[in-house]
């Protein structure tokens, strides 16, 4: 499974509520990929050295009739996804894939709840379509600030046993944070597995309260990435080693054991000023 | 036309000039899947100190205009660790092991040296005098003439194979650093290391950067790391130097060997491109054939400063 670089054409490009969505032709990259892992994408003509932008892996097509494809989303939010907003039909883009550890599936058929923040949310329609494949329910619980920054609550509705829905602003379903309905979800739902992607602060609130519930919780994380690859370790989280507690954390790079992690290993007090960081730009 | 792309670095032969730069290669077996390490004219490692570091919050790094900041706080498994795992691996890969070292004191550097001095796997030792990414402005030792050569000395006491010393730009008087460090030992020069920089969050009114302030890499700086090359080639010559600093390209590989390099090291270059030290190397290759160059030696003596 080591991942591979591809000269991708961009079969299609859709807006999805706030966001993107490109669909790359990746033949290579969708052969191999799993939920949860994530492409570096770099695209244009730009001769000021731009960095690569690391994207979950929204949904994949492999190879049949047509070439494999990969489908990511994103927000624009700087000068990296401005570019990629800006392709056509048939430009090129240069991606590395797939990268990363994946979701790790439960062994036997169980009851998944499936988390997201924003678009956050897009990287978990992959996985309901993989749990789903193995005879998991799976229910799902979306949020984000506003109905607009909600991602495809359709197909999560369609994807899902039930869907609950929060917004900040209460703009659609109930107000609040993800966070909310679930402890009454995880009880009543029977949940044996949440997973969980979106902002950090929302991962460290999810984790807490799967944990709280006794339920264990996987989390695909978002940080600063220059490589992807794991040579640049920017993009580390603090991982505890539950067997020894009184250990200081260990710096994990994300591109490399993550993005995907236990959310209970995670050292989610000592992320401070990460756990404030956006995506990148 | 054959191309001699082997070179003589302080006594080793190198198979290419093109390095893989220390703290963006990792410790070579992440870059395994995407090139053969034996292909490289060596592995810089990243940094490894006595005991392991955890290095710094995140963020960790920003894209700025041409280049990147970093602070990433010489994170590294210590040396035991180093020597245990990352070593084996790199000399079953046929790789040529530059160990980049850092200490917070010259006696650091000694027992760093003198722990590598029985590792066969290790041909050269870099000495990270130069990282901007430290607690104390102090143990950037080669701001200070003086304290990067008592550096120098306590390793070349201890060391086994030769020592290149990698300064900063930071300095009013970069000669006078390279003088210091080669009078007291250094077999070379490594130039140069990131530059301190800053970046501002305008939209939060906050560093960008966890740690405040970090290095510069890319083609940004590239300018500077000719400049410097050209400076100390100039002042010093005969003594090795390992041009870095924004090498993306052959042009910009030969840019620093014209201006007197003995070899170069592919930086930031790697975190877009992983193969972009073989690359660059490959490139190198066409580009001597084209102006009928048969080796890399040659090349400082075909500039001309005079335009």
Redesign the interface.
Known sequence: MTPVREACEVLGRRRVGAYHALTLVAPRIAEAASPGQFVELLAGEDRSFPLRRPFSIHRVERAGAALGTVEVVFDVVGPGTRTLAGLRLHDLVDALGPLGRPFTPPAEPARCLLVGGGYGTAALFFLADELRARRCRVDFVVGAATAERLFDAMEARRLGHTLTVTTDDGSAGQRGLVTDPLPALLGRLRVGHVFACGPMPMLAAVSRVAGQHGVPCQVAVEELMACGTGICFSCVVPVGDPARPGEPARMARSCLEGPVFDGAAIAWGELGHAAASGPAP | MTVDLTVDLCGVRLRTPVLAAS????FGR??A??LDLDELGAVVT?SVSLEPR??R???????T????L?A?GL?NPGVEAFCATDLPFLADAGATVVASLVGRSAEDFGRLAARLAGEPAVQLLELNLSCPNVEHRGEVFATDPGTAAEVVRRVKAAARQPVLAKLTADVTDLVAVARAVVDAGADGLTLINTLLGMAVDVHHGRPKL?AVTGGLS???IRPVAVRCVWQVATALPGVPIVGTGGV?TAEDAAELLLVGATAVAVG?A???N??AVVEVAAGLERYLAAHGVRSVAELPALFKAER
């Open positions: 703290g963006c290669f990792g992440e870059m899947g995407w990243k955890r290095g919050p995140t963020p960790r790094m920003a894209e205009p041409s280049g990147m970093n990433i994170q966890a890319g083609p940004a993306a930031t790697s975190f877009v992983p193969r």
